[in-house]
């Protein structure tokens, strides 16, 4: 990224993360009388302090750093999941507040509006306790095992059975050293129980500038071979310095470029926001081998149309985490065509992860960590069984 776009983009952060905490800060106040200009004060406060913490704990190589970072985004990820609540609140206030008769709930003594005045203190506890509890519920789901699902592809253009370990967005960085190791333990556990060819991986290792080579080396493996193509976050953070990490623990990075193992080709294109980089680069005649089963690692699930009409049978992407935590799973599915999960168009299938790791809180609602396993067999026609 340019220093411009850098700098645009936390400008646009920042201005997001202070509404969100202004939002959040004067409606509390309100709720215990306070002030509500000291709640756009203290809003500003948090939001500096947290954007000060995610220079010093993502922008600068101090690997002791890391934990701030980890602690800025779950008072993030609290924010998230409590103003849902608050937001449906101010809503039924305000249908209760109109009077409306044909709603029989805003009627007579239990009028909501009437209730919030009497009991305000309550409410805000109550909102305060239930957030808290959901936060609760989300860290444990992030820390639950890491999901294996299986899917089993078939095609004519392999004449063996072949065993495919796809994983995406680590992340190391949001997620702690400890994470990685797990990710490592559901890895082998695949690789044993399903004998794996090959591990393909989607991008985004780290997200972080804190972190060492040596938090990497569990996930890494040179039987079977990992090929890796890079996501977004690879060049957020020093991209030649993760590079040649990957390349020494013994990954075969693909840049707009191809290899082959047996009867597959596997294609890797680094991401870019460019909804069209799919098409511009497997129009490069060399990438596509029309006679063999042909594999595209693309960090972000766009243009799989593209990739369809290119000639491509199985893409593999990450980069939504499936939402992460509602309600922006909703987001997501408004926002991305293919957003989580198996998708079977004719002869072509695309898999969109949510992640081994996670951007961000540590946090999961609605969504789980997992990795894949493709078992690709040779069959006239596409067919599924899916497995979990």
Not at 204 to 233: C, E, K, M, R, W
Request: hydrophobic fraction near 45%; charged fraction near 15%.
């Amino acid at each position: 990224m340019s220093k411009i776009q850098v700098s645009l983009f936390v400008l646009n952060f920042t201005g997001i993360l202070w509404l969100m905490h202004g939002y959040f800060t004067v409606r509390l106040f309100q709720m215990f009388n306070i002030k509500a200009r000291k709640g756009v004060w203290v809003s500003l406060l948090i939001t500096l302090t947290i954007i000060g913490f995610a220079y010093l704990s993502r922008a600068i190589e101090v690997t002791s750093l890391g934990w701030l970072s980890r602690a800025m985004f779950y008072e993030i990820g609290w924010l998230v999941l409590i103003l849902p609540w608050l937001l449906l609140l101010d809503a039924l206030l305000l249908l209760s507040r109109t009077g409306n008769r044909y709603l029989v709930f805003c009627q007579g003594k239990y009028n909501p509006w009437t209730l919030y005045q009497l009991y305000k203190k309550r409410v805000a506890i109550g909102v305060l306790t239930g957030s808290i509890i959901l936060t609760g519920y989300a860290w444990l789901q992030f820390h639950r095992d890491i999901v294996i699902n299986h899917f089993t592809l078939t095609s004519p253009k392999v004449s063996q059975t072949y065993q495919l370990l796809h994983i995406s967005d680590v992340q190391l960085g949001s997620v702690p050293p400890s994470h990685v190791e797990k990710v490592a333990q559901a890895m082998q556990q695949a690789i044993d129980s399903y004998d794996v060819d090959i591990i393909l991986n989607t991008g985004d290792q780290v997200d972080s500038a804190s972190y060492t080579p040596a938090q990497l080396a569990p996930i890494a493996y040179t039987s079977p071979p990992v090929i890796f193509s890079l996501g977004n976050h690879e060049f957020y953070h020093n991209k030649d310095r993760i590079l040649n990490i990957l390349q020494r623990q013994g990954h075969t990075i693909l840049r707009s470029k191809r290899t082959e193992f047996k009867e597959l080709n596997i294609i890797g294109i680094d991401d870019k926001r460019d909804p069209q980089q799919v098409a511009t680069e497997l129009a490069q005649q060399a990438l596509v081998q029309a006679e063999k089963y042909n594999i595209l690692l693309y960090h972000r699930p766009v243009g799989a149309i593209d990739a369809k009409q290119h000639g491509i049978d199985l893409m593999l992407s990450g980069h939504t985490h499936g939402g992460q935590i509602f309600p922006v799973t909703l987001i997501v599915k408004w926002l991305y065509e293919y957003p989580q999960g198996l998708t079977l168009l004719e002869n072509f299938a695309l898999y969109t992860t949510d992640g081994a790791g996670l951007w961000g809180p540590n946090l999961r609602l609605g969504t789980q960590n997992e990795i894949a396993v493709f078992t690709i067999k040779p069959e006239k026609g596409l067919e599924i069984i899916e497995k979990r």
